[in-house]
């Protein structure tokens, strides 16, 4: 059974330009979520999706942006890159069913460096 | 003052010692409790779920929730050179996927 899968594992970007990440979910789950991760801190949430639209968002501005696909994958957009936008991206899955069932499981991560 | 509140060490221990890792919060609407194992470069792996107070134990690993105190811990029994990672808890206030709230992470190592 995979887990959740995230590609690229890494990527390099010049400020201002626009990026695109990608996640898989672990089999059975509908719902991603996507976190950052600066160096030092813990994940900060972005934002959800579930049944294709965006559920719920943290304070992140409207250069992040996302989509969800009917196989339940998930692609998050960064538009004009800043240099603050490098770390860690992380994607989560879960079920949007009972509570014992919506536990959020992390993928691997892509690490984005904006220089 | 962030919601969650977690020391980022580093913390050395020998192996074989038992190690206290804690998070305060503030939020009394936190009702979910988890805890993030992640070694460097990798995704969060989850180590334990609890909901509401109480003790929960799965092997070396027991986690506590005093939500009278708004404190939670991980206790880790006869530790081992490959728990050396960071230890992120993490929060969330109701059930229906709700987004987690994290700590900073705490930097741990095992040395043998």
């Known amino acids: 059974d995979a887990g959740v899968t995230q590609s690229p594992t890494h990527l390099i970007k010049t400020r201002g330009q626009q990026v695109t990440l990608r996640c898989s979910p672990k089999s059975g789950h509908d719902t991603v979520s996507w976190y950052q991760q600066a160096l030092g801190q813990g994940p900060q949430f972005i934002f959800q999706y579930y049944e294709e639209e965006e559920r719920q968002r943290g304070n992140f501005p409207d250069r992040f942006s996302g989509h969800q696909f009917p196989n339940y994958s998930s692609e998050l957009n960064v538009n004009a890159l800043l240099l603050g936008d490098s770390a860690l991206y992380l994607c989560a899955s879960s079920f949007t069913g009972t509570a014992s069932t919506d536990t959020q499981y992390f993928g691997p991560g892509t690490r984005l460096t904006v220089l | 003052q962030k919601e969650v509140e977690q020391d980022p060490g580093p913390l050395s221990v020998p192996e074989g010692a038992i190690v206290s890792l804690n998070c305060t919060y503030s939020n009394s609407a936190f009702q979910y409790f988890m805890w993030y194992r992640q070694y460097s470069r990798k995704g969060p792996e989850l180590l334990m779920y609890t909901y509401s107070s109480g003790n929960k134990e799965d ?11 708004k404190y939670i811990s991980l206790f880790i029994r006869d530790s081992q050179p490959s728990d050396s990672a960071t230890y992120l808890c993490a929060m969330r206030r109701n059930s229906g996927n709700t987004p987690l709230v994290f700590g900073k992470g705490t930097r741990l190592s095992v040395i043998a």
Not at chain 2, 61 to 69: G, M, Y
């Open chain 2, 59 to 69: 092997g070396r690993f027991t986690a506590q929730v005093d939500k009278s105190s």
